[in-house]
């Protein structure tokens, strides 16, 4: 192993198997780079960031959130509470919440889909379309009144 200290408190090591740690003292943050190209970095607050050979980026908060930050632009959230939240790279989200409803974002309309069926949705107009699991829909204009209720 070689170490290597600089005047300002840093350290460098080169372990035996290649891996290179450095740690910065001014930020207390520990930068680990692997053969293959994987980069971990360690925060004081106990937030780790993988950075992989492919562009792709895993954050693991100290909450336990994680967010994977992929090369093509699309993203994943997963929250210690079993959300999920994806976002693909023209901004589309969706959001499975672990109660089984679902949400689906676009420029469009937003979306919420519920385990029994039911599905709401509220366009970018304000209009508001409601189809319940029976098979009746609503249908509410942008201020708010019903203009069809099929049962």
Do not use: W
């Amino acid at each position: 192993m070689t170490t290597i200290s600089f005047f300002n408190g840093d350290v460098k090591k080169i372990m035996p198997d290649q891996r290179e740690i450095y740690y910065y003292a001014d930020a207390q943050t520990t930068h680990t780079a692997y053969p293959d190209g994987l980069e971990v970095l360690q925060f004081p607050n106990n937030q780790i960031e993988k950075h992989y050979p492919d562009g792709t980026k895993e954050i693991v908060f100290p909450d336990r959130t994680v967010k994977c930050l992929y090369s093509n632009g699309f993203k994943e959230t997963f929250f210690p509470d079993g959300t999920v939240v994806k976002v693909e790279k023209n901004g589309d989200k969706i959001v499975v919440f672990s109660n089984g409803q679902k949400e689906i974002h676009t420029v469009r309309f937003k979306r919420r889909e519920y385990p029994d069926g039911t599905v709401k949705t509220v366009y970018c107009n304000g209009r508001q379309e409601t189809k319940y699991s029976t098979g009746r829909v609503q249908i509410k204009d942008e201020e708010g009144n019903v203009s069809l209720d099929k049962k």
